[in-house]
């Protein structure tokens, strides 16, 4: 029995823009999640320190945190879709004209 993939696969015009959109969402995330470390080591006591609804700080951000990481995901799957379905009309025009 011969095993095919269940889509196409084609070359990826939008790769570029992906991979610039991938870097810069992993430099915001790393400063954030970087002053939450550097929180940890330069003043550990301020993590305990309670803040909205009765969590502390460390919960807060550490929560914070997760939420970002998944809203990041999203838009990060938002532009990419746009991005690939932007270079497929481009490469349909092109192909139209030729």
Not at 49 to 63: C, P, R, S
Request: with cysteine.
């Amino acid at each position: 029995m011969l095993h095919k993939p269940s889509t196409s696969v084609n070359e990826d015009y939008a790769s570029k823009k992906k991979s610039r959109l991938g870097i810069l969402f992993f430099f915001i995330y790393f400063f954030l999640y970087g002053g939450f470390v550097i929180i940890g080591v330069v003043n550990y006591e301020l993590l305990a320190v309670e803040t909205l609804w009765g969590l502390n700080l460390a919960t807060l951000y550490g929560i914070a945190l997760i939420v970002f990481a998944v809203l990041l995901g999203g838009l990060y799957n938002f532009f990419c879709s746009r991005y690939e379905d932007e270079a497929e009309k481009e490469l349909a025009e092109r192909s139209e004209q030729a």
